[in-house]
Structure formats: C-alpha cells, structure tokens
C-alpha cells in the first residue's frame, strides 16, 4: 500500500500543466527591417497565369504614365479613352487605316520573333525591307515576265532580296563570330544609301522629276478584298499562320526551342544547331523582304525614299512584347498600328508631336522589359521565407 501511494505522489508531481494555465512561449525578436538580408534567385518557374498577370500590371503601368504624359501635354483626360478605343476600333474609316498601317508591321515584327528564337538578334530588320521592295521594283521596272505573273513575280523578287540581304551577317556570326547586332545594324545604312541612289538616280519617276520610282500598274498592285481593306492583311494573317505552325507544330519549331534554350546542350543533344539559326536568320529575312513588297506595292504603289522608317523599331517592340510567339505578336502589330493611327489623330487635333507617340511606344517597352526581371528572378530571405 505505501508503494502505491508513492507512485501516485511521484505521478502527480510530474503531471504537465494543466490546460487551464498553458505556459506562454518567449515571443520571437522581430528582426529590424535593416538588418534583414536577401538573396536574388533565378526562378525555375512561374505559372503561365502569374506571368501574365505580371505582363498585365506592367502594360498597365506603361498606360498609366503614357497617360499622364499626353494629359499634361494638354489632351484631356475624358478624351483619351475615346481616342484609343472609341475613335480607332470602332470607326470603320479608322479601323480600316489600322489594318492598312497593320499588314507591314505583322510582317516584320515576325520577321523579330522567328530571328530571336534562334538567338540572332537581327536588327536589320529595315535594310531588308529595303531591298524587299527594291527587288519588287526592279521586277515592275524592267517589266519581268507576263502581266498575269508580274504581281508573283514581285512576290518572289521581294523575299529574295530579303533573304540575301541577310545571309551576310548570319554567315559571319556562325563562321567567324562577328557580332550580328553590329552587322546588321550597319547594312541598313548601306541599304538605306543605295536606295536614295536609286531614287535620286536612275530610278527616278521622270514625269515629276521627284525621289521615287515611277508608279506601279494595276496588275502589279495588290488588290483590295472590298470596303477599302487591302490584300496586304490577308497575307499577313497568312503568313503569321504559317509562321505559328512552323514554331509550334513542326520539327523545325522543336529545334527552335532547344536551340533558344541552350545551343550547346542542344548541339550535344544531335539536334542540327547551325542548320537552324541559318534557317531561322533567312527566313526572317524573307519576312522582312515580304514587309517591303507590302510597303511597295500594298501602300504606297512605287518605290519612295523613306517607306521603311520606323518599320525597325516596331518589329523589335512587337517581337518583343510577343515574347516571339507569331500569333501574339499578330495581336500586338495591331495595338501598335492603332497606336500609330491615334498617334496622327492626336497630331491633328490637339497638336502633340509623333516624338510623343514614340515616346510612349519606349515607356511601353521599358516597363515590360522591367517585368521580365520579376518573372525570371525572385528575392530569399536568408534565413527565412522567398518573397514570390
């Protein structure tokens, strides 16, 4: 009996405390906000959903300051969202001039994407539109081939021209490691001055005696499909089509983005790297080439001494902005054709400069181009929990 009753004693003393008076943990120290340290990380992954909702923010951003820029230039600020939206999509002689302006920046702005995804940073974008239409034009000068044929013709000439125009730079970048951004940056001069040879030279339109070519014939003209929209957006959508399933459906797409990923590995991997950066870089050229003939012979008719300014920069924006998907970069063409055609309306009626509208266009860029930074990296907490 004693021994039981000491056990009892010895359970009751070593009883934990009841619930009715919990002992109370030491607070953690909050660590000041000074001393806290970080560590940038590359993020192996975001969700397709997060990463666009970091596109949206920053394009909303970019909006945000463009509008205040064009308020304190003295548009007003109810005017706005009729001019962008109300007065380009939804007036039919506006919208119309948006698919006008449209068909030649689809094109070169997949001439941008199908070139980076091969990591060629082809920033000539606008030399090859030159020659494009410069070989479309030597065909109507010296009236090549029948006239039911001219117009294919022109067709052929121009993604030839492009083509080679870039073969150049591909082939000292992949044989000798020359720079491409710097090559390519210096054919368009080149291509620039022979064009204002031309003009100002042998081609030069002898009835005006001004600094362009003489006018193309109906049949070496691209048609209208009805209502005053031109045939130039229908091949644009085409080729964006066939851009889309070159990238996303064919072996050669496959490589595309093995190639984008790591080229070595790729390479190590058998996959034929050299054969497709110079597919890619030519077929790029071709597009570009293509963007000139629509120039040429969709808008303007002949062969003027500026058609392709600012052409460049705008393929670099939309393949930017498109992350080189051929189907977004078709949607963002059309946004920055929009803007161009409300960028003139803005001209005309509250007298804003076009630097303004470019200036816009470099606010956008620089704001999704800061939005890449959140999606491919993130902030650790050393010691403690990432910031997502």
């Known amino acids: 009996m004693a021994e039981a009753t000491l056990?009892?004693?010895?359970?009751?003393?070593?009883k934990p405390p009841s619930s009715a008076h919990p002992v109370q943990e030491a607070p953690r120290a909050v660590q000041?906000?000074?001393?806290?340290?970080?560590?940038?990380?590359?993020?192996?992954?975001?969700?397709?959903r997060w990463q666009a909702l970091i596109l949206a923010v920053a394009l909303l951003v970019g909006l945000a300051i463009s509008a205040a820029i064009l308020v304190a230039a003295g548009v007003p600020a109810d005017?706005?969202?009729?001019?962008?939206?109300?007065?380009?999509?939804?007036?039919?002689?506006?919208f119309r001039a948006v698919l006008f302006q449209a068909a030649p920046m689809i094109l070169v702005g997949l001439a941008g994407a199908i070139a980076f995804r091969a990591r060629f940073w082809n920033l000539g974008l606008e030399g090859q539109m030159v020659w494009g239409a410069i070989g479309?034009?030597?065909i109507s000068m010296w009236q090549v081939g029948p006239e039911n044929l001219r117009l294919p013709l022109m067709f052929v000439a121009a993604v030839f021209c492009g083509l080679l125009w870039v073969l150049g730079p591909a082939w000292l970048k992949l044989k000798l490691g020359v720079n491409e951004i710097i090559s390519t940056l210096m054919l368009n001069y080149m291509a620039a001055n022979f064009l204002l040879h031309l003009v100002y030279g042998s081609w030069k339109d002898p009835k005006d005696n001004f600094p362009y070519s003489p006018q193309f014939r109906a049949f070496e003209r691209l048609p209208e499909l009805g209502s005053g929209v031109g045939s130039s957006i229908l091949l644009a959508g085409v080729v964006a089509l066939l851009a889309w399933w070159l990238v996303s459906v064919s072996r050669a797409g496959l490589y595309l983005r093995f190639v984008d990923a790591n080229p070595r590995v790729a390479h190590a991997n058998g996959v034929p790297v050299r054969r497709t950066i110079y597919g890619a870089v030519l077929l790029s050229g071709a597009m570009a080439g293509l963007a000139g003939f629509a120039v040429a012979a969709g808008q303007e008719g002949r062969l003027?001494?500026?058609?392709?300014?600012?052409?460049?920069?705008?393929?670099?924006?939309?393949?930017?902005?498109?992350?080189?998907?051929?189907?977004?970069a078709t949607v963002v063409a059309l946004l920055v054709a929009a803007l161009f055609v409300t960028g003139r309306s803005l001209q005309v009626f509250y007298q804003v400069p076009f630097s303004m509208v470019q200036l816009i266009?470099?606010?956008?860029?620089?704001?999704?181009?800061?939005?890449?930074f959140f999606i491919r990296h993130r902030l650790r907490r050393v010691g403690g929990e990432s910031l997502q």
């Open 361 to 372: 266009q470099a606010i956008i860029v620089v704001c999704v181009a800061s939005s890449d």
């Open 79 to 94: 005017e706005l969202a009729n001019e962008f939206v109300t007065q380009t999509f939804f007036d039919g002689q506006n």
């Open 136 to 138: 479309a034009t030597a």
């Open 304 to 328: 003027t001494q500026a058609f392709y300014q600012g052409y460049g920069f705008s393929g670099i924006l939309i393949a930017f902005l498109a992350r080189n998907n051929p189907l977004a």
């Open 7 to 14: 056990t009892a004693d010895m359970a009751q003393a070593h």
């Open 32 to 48: 000041p906000l000074a001393r806290r340290r970080y560590a940038l990380e590359i993020r192996q992954h975001m969700a397709w």
